[in-house]
């Protein structure tokens, strides 16, 4: 099976750094996504790492170690609308192809 | 661009009843999935598709109904509603992965509140 962790929640002041660490578990592993997600909405993609190593957007980078199975989002310049709930989530080789399967998520709050 | 497009967007049912929640994308995508968001948790995977034709259980399918007749259309039906099926439901679909630059990428429809009481 697929299985993934991250903090539940994580919070942080405007103008500051957060990582929200995941770790998955699972087989035919194509790469890890984040997504964000404001309450009341839908999930909206942010990146992903299909490789080992940093991918930068903007103010997000994620970063990838395949061989620790393991994932960070890193939020730099932290703004109020960052509060979100943020999803990793793992795209994977099944019977037909592709799937995906999503952590928990973490809530982060930015304060003032 | 309409995307993902799901109705509607907010239904109320009595136990018992049987509804179905639409979906439609426009991107041509071969995969489409559902899933469910119940407050403050994550989204788990009820049906996916990979093609007209073609569907396959979740990690929570019980209750629910799939069908896949087009590449576009992707519609979800509860059988006999139960108020444990309160929740949000999102269709969401991807592109091919050999095929489509986007094969790493979900997009979301705005959510579907259902409330069953």
């Known amino acids: 099976g697929q299985s993934l962790e991250q903090p539940s929640e994580v919070t942080a002041v405007e103008g500051a750094i957060v990582q929200i660490n995941c770790t998955y578990q699972?087989?035919?592993?194509?790469?890890l996504s984040w997504y964000q997600q404001h309450d009341g909405g839908a999930p909206t993609f942010l990146s992903y790492?299909?490789?080992?190593g940093l991918e930068e957007t903007g103010r997000f980078s994620s970063f990838l170690s395949r061989s620790d199975s393991y994932g960070y989002l890193l939020l730099q310049e932290l703004q109020m609308k960052d509060s979100a709930s943020y999803f990793c989530?793992?795209?994977?080789?099944?019977?037909?192809?592709?799937?995906?399967?999503f952590g928990p998520g973490t809530r982060l709050s930015v304060l003032p | 661009n309409a995307g993902v497009t799901q109705t509607p967007k907010f239904q109320v049912l009595k136990t018992g009843q049987s509804m179905t929640l639409q979906c439609a994308q426009d991107m041509n995508h071969e995969y489409m999935s559902w899933y469910r968001q119940d407050p403050g948790m994550g989204l788990r995977l009820i049906h996916y598709s990979v093609g007209a034709g073609i569907t396959d259980q979740g990690e929570v399918p019980n209750g629910y109904n799939v069908s896949r007749s087009t590449t576009e259309d992707f519609p979800l039906r509860l059988l006999s509603a139960a108020p444990s099926q309160t929740s949000v439901y999102f269709c969401?679909?991807?592109?091919?992965?050999?095929?489509?630059?986007?094969?790493?990428?979900?997009?979301f429809g705005e959510g579907s509140w259902l409330t069953v009481v």
């Open positions: 790492n299909g490789l080992d």
């Open positions: 699972t087989s035919g592993f194509y790469g």
């Open positions: 969401a679909s991807s592109g091919e992965t050999d095929r489509d630059r986007s094969g790493n990428t979900i997009y």
């Open positions: 989530a793992v795209r994977f080789r099944d019977n037909y192809g592709q799937n995906f399967v």
